[in-house]
C-alpha cells in the first residue's frame, strides 16, 4: 500500500482514505474546515464547500500544504449524542458483555460525556459509519469494555483515555483496502501485509492531526500488540508496550471472540491467558469475572474429535524438529532469528498443549467443560500456528532467495488442516 504521510508541509492523500470520504459524503456532510492548499499556496477547494468528485481528482494529483484529514469535518453523522445513544443500547442490551458491564454504566456514560471528540476523530469515525456500520458498533462496544476493565483493576490507566481508546482503536483501517477487512477469510500474505499497518497509520495520524496526548497515540499504535512479541506491528514485548496499549490490547483480544453465540466472554478469558507470556494474567481474570458476574453457561454439547486433537499434537511436534534440524552457525542474522523465533514460539504452544492436562483421557472420562476447553484449545492453537507460519514467512521476506527456499519447511510444517 502507499506510504502514508500526515506531516504538514508535504502531504499526499491516501486514495483509500478518499474513496471512503466519498462514500461517506454520499450519506453524511462533509465540507472543508479550513481552505484546502497544495504546497506551491494554491488553493484547490475554498473552506465551507462540500466534498465532490472534483475535489477527489485534485487531490490525488497534488501535494497538500496541510494533511486533508485536518481540512475536512463531518457535520453530522458520530456526534457525542449518537455515541451516547450506541452505548446505552449496547448496555440494555442481552450480550453477556453488556450484562457485566452494567455495574459501571453510570461512570461509563458520565466519562463518555467528557471525552473529547476531535474534529478528525468525528471525520474517521463517521466514515467508518457510512462505510462499514459495524465498526462503529464494535468501537463503542471496545470503548466501553476498555473503559469497565480499566476501573476493574489497580492499573496506572486512565478511564477518560483507556474509553477513548477503545473507541478510536481501529480508525486506521479507513486506509486499507475494503477486500481486506470484510473478515470472512483468513488473510493471505498481501492482505496481512496490508492490514497490519492500520495501527500504526491510526498512530501517526492522531499525533500529528489531533491534540490527545502522546500515551493515547502510542497505545493506539500497539492494540494489537502481545507482551510475547508475537504481535503487531512492532513485535514489541513486556515493558515495551505501554500500560494502555496492553489494555487495548487486551480488549482487541476479548472484541474478537466477543460476538459469539456461546459463552463468548469465558471464551475470551481462554484465548487471553492459554498461551503463556502473550498478556498478563489480570486481564484473563477480569474477563474470567465478567463472564461468572454475567452468568454465562457453559455449552454441554461440544465434542472435539480426537484425530483433530491429535492432528495438533503432530504438528506441533513435527515444526518442532524441523526447527532443531535447520538451526545452523552459519548463515545470515536474519536466518537464526527466523529459527529461533519458531523454536521460541513452538514451545509457548507446546506449554499451552501441555497445561490443559486432559489430552490423554479417553471421551468418556472428559466432563462438559473438559469438551468446551478443547474445542477453544483446538482453534486457539490451530490461529497461533497460522500466525506464527505467516510472521517467518513475512521476516522471511528479507532473506536470499536460497536462504528462504531452506526455511520453506517451517511454514510448510505449520499449516495445520481445517476440522
Not at 462438559?368 to 522471511?396: S, V
Request: charged share 20%.
Amino acid at each position: 500500500m502507499q506510504a502514508v504521510n500526515f506531516s504538514p508541509g508535504d502531504s499526499q492523500a491516501d486514495p483509500d482514505f478518499l474513496a471512503a470520504i466519498m462514500r461517506a459524503s454520499e450519506t453524511y456532510s462533509i465540507v472543508a474546515s479550513q481552505d484546502i492548499v497544495d504546497v506551491r499556496g494554491l488553493k484547490l477547494w475554498a473552506k465551507g464547500l462540500p466534498v465532490s468528485a472534483a475535489l477527489q481528482q485534485r487531490l490525488l494529483e497534488r501535494k497538500l500544504l496541510n494533511p486533508i484529514e485536518a481540512c475536512l469535518m463531518a457535520e453530522d453523522g458520530v456526534t457525542p449524542f449518537y455515541l451516547m445513544e450506541l452505548l446505552k443500547k449496547f448496555l440494555d442490551s442481552d450480550h453477556s458483555m453488556a450484562h457485566a458491564l452494567r455495574p459501571w454504566g453510570t461512570v461509563l456514560e458520565k466519562q463518555l460525556k467528557q471525552i473529547p471528540l476531535h474534529s478528525v476523530a468525528q471525520l474517521l469515525l463517521t466514515t467508518a459509519l457510512a462505510t462499514r456500520p459495524g465498526a462503529i458498533e464494535h468501537a463503542v462496544q471496545a470503548m466501553a469494555l476498555a473503559g469497565g476493565m480499566a476501573q476493574a483493576q489497580s492499573l496506572p490507566v486512565d478511564v477518560r483515555l483507556a474509553m477513548l481508546g477503545g473507541l478510536l482503536h481501529d480508525i486506521g483501517e479507513a486506509y486499507i483496502q475494503p477486500q481486506y477487512l470484510d473478515g470472512q477469510e483468513p488473510l493471505d500474505l498481501m492482505g496481512h501485509q496490508h492490514l497490519m499497518v492500520h495501527p500504526r497509520i491510526a498512530q501517526l495520524l492522531l499525533d500529528a492531526t489531533t491534540d490527545y496526548p502522546a500515551t493515547l497515540c502510542r497505545a493506539v499504535g500497539e492494540h494489537h500488540e502481545r507482551a510475547n512479541g508475537s504481535g503487531y506491528p512492532a513485535r514489541l514485548q513486556g515493558e515495551d508496550i505501554s500500560p494502555l496499549g496492553m489494555l487495548l490490547a487486551a480488549v482487541e483480544t476479548t472484541m474478537g471472540v466477543s460476538q459469539s453465540p456461546t459463552a463468548p466472554l469465558f471464551r475470551a478469558s481462554f484465548a487471553l491467558r492459554v498461551v503463556p507470556g502473550e498478556f498478563p494474567s489480570r486481564y484473563s481474570s477480569v474477563v474470567f469475572n465478567m463472564a461468572r458476574d454475567a452468568k454465562e453457561k457453559i455449552p454441554t454439547n461440544i465434542r472435539v474429535p480426537s484425530d483433530a486433537l491429535q492432528h495438533i499434537n503432530a504438528t506441533l511436534e513435527k515444526a518442532r524438529l524441523t526447527t532443531l534440524a535447520l538451526q545452523s552457525p552459519t548463515g545470515s542474522k536474519e536466518r537464526a532469528a527466523i529459527v529461533l523465533l519458531a523454536e521460541d514460539r513452538l514451545a509457548r504452544l507446546r506449554m499451552a498443549w501441555n497445561a490443559l492436562g486432559v489430552w490423554g483421557l479417553a471421551p468418556d472420562q472428559l466432563t462438559p467443560q473438559d469438551h468446551f476447553e478443547m474445542d477453544l484449545a483446538w482453534g486457539e492453537l490451530r490461529l497461533r500456528l497460522f500466525e506464527l507460519q505467516r510472521e517467518c514467512m513475512l521476516l522471511a521476506e528479507s532473506l536470499s532467495e536460497p536462504e528462504k527456499a531452506e526455511l520453506t519447511p517451517i511454514w510448510a510444517d505449520l499449516k495445520v488442516q481445517p476440522a
